[in-house]
């Protein structure tokens, strides 16, 4: 874990950039992005990862082709919004994936983030995605919320402080409880380097 100055929008521009380019020779899928400067102070690594195993859920469900919005813009919280959410601050960049693909169904939304947890065969999909985007949003300080409707499409939004120095501890005071509705208890996931490579 290695946080730094980071300029968030160039990262996701960087990602789109390169998940679209590697897209297959005609897939029909309709891109629009509306991405604003943010910085925060993250791990570009760790984001990156993040990023990419969002495009790739939304590319899977986007397979007989549709549409995928990505939006990041800084945005101030209210009071409210801060305790709902449990976010470290106000001041946030808000990251939005949506897409009108097949969505999921109401008991699938609520298992998403759990590790190894996938409705594809294992050989394809080792379930750690959403896992690993949801540690990611939380070690920095943030929140993320997936809203998914069987046969509409799925949203993932990501809130993330703009300031604060990211840790793996919130400030005293900071709730830190899950807002999203796919879990019922907030879950970390760490996975470390092989020491044998």
């Given at each position: 874990?290695?946080?730094?100055?980071?300029q968030f929008g160039d990262?996701?521009?960087?990602?789109?950039?390169?998940?679209?380019?590697?897209?297959?020779?005609?897939?029909?899928?309709?891109?629009?992005?509306?991405?604003e400067d943010c910085c925060?102070?993250?791990?570009?690594?760790?984001?990156?990862?993040?990023?990419?195993?969002?495009?790739?859920?939304?590319?899977?469900?986007?397979?007989?082709?549709?549409?995928?919005?990505?939006?990041?813009?800084?945005?101030?919280?209210?009071?409210?919004?801060?305790?709902?959410?449990?976010?470290?601050?106000?001041?946030?960049?808000?990251?939005?994936?949506?897409?009108?693909?097949?969505?999921?169904?109401?008991?699938?939304?609520?298992?998403?983030?759990?590790?190894?947890?996938?409705?594809?065969?294992?050989?394809?999909?080792?379930?750690?995605?959403?896992?690993?985007?949801?540690?990611?949003?939380?070690?920095?300080?943030?929140?993320?919320?997936?809203?998914?409707?069987?046969?509409?499409?799925?949203?993932?939004?990501?809130?993330?402080?703009?300031?604060?120095?990211?840790?793996?501890?919130?400030?005293?005071?900071?709730?830190?409880?899950?807002?999203?509705?796919?879990?019922?208890?907030?879950?970390?996931?760490?996975?470390?380097?092989?020491?044998?490579?």
């Amino acid at each position: 874990f290695s946080p730094a100055q980071l300029q968030f929008g160039d990262l996701v521009k960087q990602e789109v950039e390169e998940w679209r380019a590697g897209l297959p020779a005609g897939t029909p899928l309709e891109v629009s992005a509306r991405i604003e400067d943010c910085c925060v102070v993250a791990d570009r690594n760790q984001w990156s990862v993040a990023i990419r195993n969002l495009l790739n859920n939304a590319q899977y469900a986007l397979a007989l082709g549709g549409r995928l919005e990505i939006s990041l813009q800084p945005i101030t919280l209210s009071g409210e919004e801060v305790q709902r959410l449990g976010v470290w601050e106000q001041e946030v960049c808000r990251l939005v994936i949506r897409d009108n693909g097949f969505g999921m169904q109401p008991e699938v939304v609520r298992r998403a983030f759990e590790p190894f947890f996938t409705t594809r065969a294992q050989a394809k999909a080792a379930g750690l995605g959403l896992a690993v985007v949801h540690s990611v949003v939380h070690v920095h300080g943030g929140q993320v919320l997936l809203e998914s409707t069987a046969g509409q499409g799925t949203a993932v939004t990501a809130w993330v402080p703009l300031r604060r120095t990211a840790g793996l501890e919130s400030p005293a005071g900071a709730p830190r409880r899950a807002s999203h509705r796919s879990v019922e208890r907030a879950k970390a996931l760490l996975i470390e380097a092989d020491p044998m490579a």
